[in-house]
């Protein structure tokens, strides 16, 4: 079993930064991926970011391209998503996602992520 949990989300205005952080619970072996994405109410989860290990290889929406960035600190078991230049649109409960067999890091296809943390909630005012 793998734990994730996020934080650093939080209430900003529009054009400010945040910076999320997954933390995982126990080092995992082989190829993996772990993803960002995020659910605003009435709307299904999307992919926002994600990164494959161990190539750091890294995928973002169209949306997010040139405004986020996804890193990872491999030593402490944290992925990070950097959000410059927020929008109202980015709000949302952004949540972290582990898939073991990484064959869907770069469509981010949420289903297939084996394991989630609890979400983090990111609000964006105008």
């Known amino acids: 079993q793998v734990y994730l949990e996020e934080s650093g989300g939080g209430s900003v205005q529009a054009g400010d930064s945040l910076r999320l952080a997954c933390s995982i619970s126990r080092s995992t072996s082989g190829n993996y991926c772990v993803g960002w994405f995020r659910q605003a109410p009435g709307k299904e989860r999307e992919g926002v970011a994600s990164i494959y290990f161990p190539t750091d290889s890294t995928y973002y929406a169209d949306s997010v391209k040139g405004r986020f960035a996804i890193s990872k600190d491999s030593a402490k078991r944290i992925v990070y998503l950097e959000m410059q230049g927020l929008k109202p649109e980015d709000s949302g409960t952004y949540s972290c996602?582990?898939?073991?067999?990484?064959?869907?890091?770069?469509?981010?296809?949420?289903?297939?992520?084996?394991?989630w943390g609890q979400g983090t909630q990111v609000t964006v005012s105008a």
């Open positions: 996602g582990l898939d073991l067999g990484s064959r869907y890091c770069s469509t981010m296809t949420h289903r297939f992520f084996d394991y």
